[in-house]
């Protein structure tokens, strides 16, 4: 039994999901700053993304 596979491969054969460059160890699970900048940005226009409840006209208060 010495043919194990490896449990993980991830790490240093992990490609930047940005550009698909190879990792930098600095900058995991991205090439660098820049890349990660880009996927920070991603998301973060997803979570931006809320829904426009603008309503034409006053919004006046209704509570009693
Ligand atoms: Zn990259």
Not at 3 to 14: F, K, S, T, Y
């Amino acid at each position: 039994m010495s043919d194990r596979p490896p449990l993980r491969v991830v790490g240093r054969n992990a490609k930047c999901p940005i550009c698909g460059k190879p990792a930098e160890p600095a900058h995991r699970p991205f090439c660098s700053k820049r890349c990660g900048d880009i996927d920070l940005g991603r998301w973060l226009k997803e979570s931006y993304r809320v829904p426009t409840d603008e309503r034409p006209g006053d919004s006046d208060d209704d509570k009693g």
